[in-house]
């Protein structure tokens, strides 16, 4: 039973890994760890350009392979880690990093969420604004009024059915008479 328990947890954490180290091929390592070890730390700090927010470490995408590879090259002709950035930069700009740094170029990737969050806020107070108030209760009826709706009230439940069926002929041959 224990070994069954240790076996499980085993399996929970390996699957928990795992994606991660799916996406780097064993192709792309390098031989030298130290070199591997740059590699990874750089992959996790660069954005896939294809996925939503995934670094190249996590990523499956061709782009990111060829993007982890291009690391790679870089570190194994000499590049030093800020130059490798760099590069990755020029070549397919500032969104590439996980956190671009703060300059006029990239305002759209700090303030654009905060941006649009405001200008919906602010059109749906306008829309509210602009939206008729609920009306208010009408006045209570004045004592003649009342008087009035009584008796109108009270001369038709009188004449009951009768001044129903009344009622109903005349509308019928209102409808078809011409121009009614």
């Known amino acids: 039973m224990k070994g069954v328990l240790v ?11 795992a994606p991660a180290s799916w996406a780097v091929e064993p192709s792309e390592m390098l031989k030298d760890p130290a070199l ?6 750089l992959s996790r700090e660069l954005r896939c350009v294809v996925c939503q927010n995934q670094s190249i470490d996590d990523s499956a995408a ?17 590049d030093s880690d800020a130059a490798v950035m760099g590069y990755m930069v020029a070549r397919y700009g500032d969104y590439v990093l996980l956190e671009p740094p703060f300059k006029p170029r990239t305002l759209v990737l700090w303030l654009g969420t905060p941006l649009v969050l405001v ?20 006045a209570p009826l004045s004592d003649a009024e009342q008087a009035k709706l009584d008796s109108l009230l009270g001369a038709r439940h009188s004449s009951g059915a009768s001044s129903l069926a009344a009622n109903t002929k005349t509308a019928r041959r209102e409808s078809r008479a011409p121009g009614g």
């Open 7 to 17: 076996l499980l947890a085993l399996l929970i954490a390996t699957a928990a890994l």
């Open 36 to 41: 591997e070890a740059r590699a990874r730390t």
């Open 62 to 78: 061709e782009v990111a392979h060829d993007m982890r590879v291009a690391v790679r090259e870089r570190l194994v002709a000499g």
């Open 119 to 138: 200008v919906a806020g602010l059109l749906l107070f306008l829309a509210a604004r602009r939206r008729p108030a609920v009306p208010a209760a009408p």
